[in-house]
């Protein structure tokens, strides 16, 4: 009963009422997928609009949360982000695969996405923009769910069970229930025999991804390098010519993460 007591009074002791209420603004923010107005925070954090208020105010101030063009509604800004790949592993991913990216991009034209999990989300690190004169770029900190897009399940396929689990433990309930169906069990060894995932976007029209795993020392997939590959009118595509590219690039990749 004393170790109970003592526990109870350790956290009441070490309680910060004003860093948790900002955690639970960003934590909520981050969850909703969409910009919400003050009052929508204040009900569903079941606080009051004015304390509320204040941690915004702080927030908007610091830079974490930016307000929705012409609302005023609040969203998360890339802050976190930006602190997120300036983690060690971050830096490390970054700072071995982009020279590597940038050769490939260089090479045969092709843009190209470092691409991360993150609670269950994929996260684009770092990208190149290649020379072709039509491509495909998006913002860094771009992601989607897991089971929703190509690099994502490249990623998943290249995991053993347990470390899938833990991947995909912030997902929602119906997603990481779909994680153990036969039918993505049956999509991850199509993609771990091949070693690569080449299939139409699930997300954009008329783009093919082409993608391949960067696998660090521990044998399983840190990260995917993913080439948007636009079909366009009168223009072949040399799918495998780019497959073979990537995994060499990705190869060396995961070489130099192991040093």
């Known amino acids: 009963m004393t170790d109970g007591a003592d526990d109870d009074e350790n956290r009441t002791s070490y309680a910060a009422p004003a860093l948790?209420?900002?955690?639970?603004?960003l934590e909520l923010l981050a969850e909703a997928g969409e910009p919400l107005s003050t009052r929508q925070i204040a009900e569903r954090l079941k606080r009051s609009k004015s304390e509320i208020f204040r941690m915004v105010f702080v927030l908007l101030q610091r830079g974490y949360l930016v307000r929705e063009a012409g609302t005023d509604r609040l969203a998360l800004s890339r802050r976190l982000f930006d602190l997120g790949i300036r983690t060690p592993g971050g830096r490390q991913i970054t700072s071995i695969v982009l020279p590597l990216m940038e050769r490939f991009s260089e090479e045969t034209g092709h843009a190209a996405h470092l691409v991360v999990l993150s609670r269950a989300q994929?996260?684009?690190?770092?990208?190149t923009s290649g020379h072709l004169d039509a491509a495909v770029t998006v913002r860094l900190g771009y992601g989607r769910p897991a089971l929703e897009a190509n690099s994502g399940l490249l990623i998943l396929a290249f995991q053993s069970q347990a470390r899938r689990q833990s991947l995909m433990r912030d997902a929602e309930p119906e997603d990481r229930e779909r994680l153990g169906s036969a039918a993505f069990l049956n999509v991850f060894a199509e993609i771990r025999s091949s070693g690569h995932r080449v299939a139409p976007s699930r997300d954009i029209m008329a783009v093919t991804d082409i993608a391949c795993p960067v696998i660090g020392p521990a044998g399983h997939a840190e990260a995917a390098i993913l080439v948007p590959a636009l079909r366009r009118h009168g223009f072949v595509t040399d799918e495998l010519a780019i497959v073979l590219a990537l995994t060499a690039v990705c190869s060396e990749a995961g070489a130099q993460l192991s040093l």
């Open 122 to 127: 994929t996260v684009v690190l770092a990208t």
């Open 20 to 25: 948790e209420k900002g955690l639970d603004i």
